[in-house]
């Protein structure tokens, strides 16, 4: 059975696309199936992979209102063991036109399920926030991965979203565990940086990943070329560091979450 990763913050600018596009990219590269979903409107992930957005006929929305099921929408990547379900901003008005349905926050949990057979890894991509988006990709997922952006007000941001997540253990997903917190956008020169990184580690110790993902300018130019960092440039320490986080994940799905 795959293993069903969402990766959330509510804080925007925190790096989550850009390990949703990266690690994914990183577990196929190790030869893993892996399948990425794109739950954000912004649909920027979707465009990572060089994909037109406009150009899509059906996306995750017409999932979400059932005018298409999952095996419908999936793309195939430059990366042979990796497909991805694109987004539109459509999604936006979904919430909406979904609000008489019964069940609605189970929505994408019951249409990954019978994917689980198919992939190892099953990586959602959440949008920068706590709606009805994101609690779905919570429901339907085994953990969450959440990255955290080493600058003065990270930790306020983590707790809100660490409230949510044991919320969600109540009323929807009794079994939702934390993947690791991922420290990102680390700039070695900054001393906030540093300070951030020990204070994390402080308080969340084994939860946090020994990976951490730098500020790098090559991370920050691969998605206008449509392609994954590894892709991009292998060499770069972007790239490096999230083929080192996929061997953490992968440790994980072997020895069992932290």
Known sequence: MGKVIAIANQKGGV?????????????????????????????????GFGIDRESLQINLYHQFIGEAQMSDIRIKTMLSCLD????????????????????????????????KNEYEFIIIDCP??????????LTASDTVLIPVQCEYYAMEGLGLLLNTVRRIQQSFNPYLRIEGILLTMHDVRNNISHQVIEEVRRHFEDKVF????????TLSEA????????????RSR????????????????????R
């Open 210 to 217: 020994e990976t951490v993902i730098p500020r790098n300018v």
């Open 128 to 137: 920068p926030s706590l709606g009805f988006l994101t609690l779905n990709a």
């Open 15 to 47: 790096g989550k696309t850009t390990t949703a596009i990266n690690l994914s990219a990183s577990l196929a590269a190790a030869e893993k199936r892996v399948l990425l979903i794109d739950i954000d409107p912004q649909g920027n992930t979707t465009s």
């Open 84 to 115: 991805i379900i694109p987004s539109s901003i459509d999604l936006i008005g979904a919430e909406v036109e979904l609000i008489g349905r019964d069940n609605r926050e189970r929505i994408l949990e019951r249409a990954v399920s019978p994917l």
């Open 238 to 257: 972007g790239a490096q560091s999230y083929l080192s986080l996929a061997k953490e994940v992968m440790d994980n799905a072997k020895n069992g979450v």
């Open 223 to 234: 998605p206008s070329h449509g392609k994954p960092v590894i892709l991009y440039d292998v």
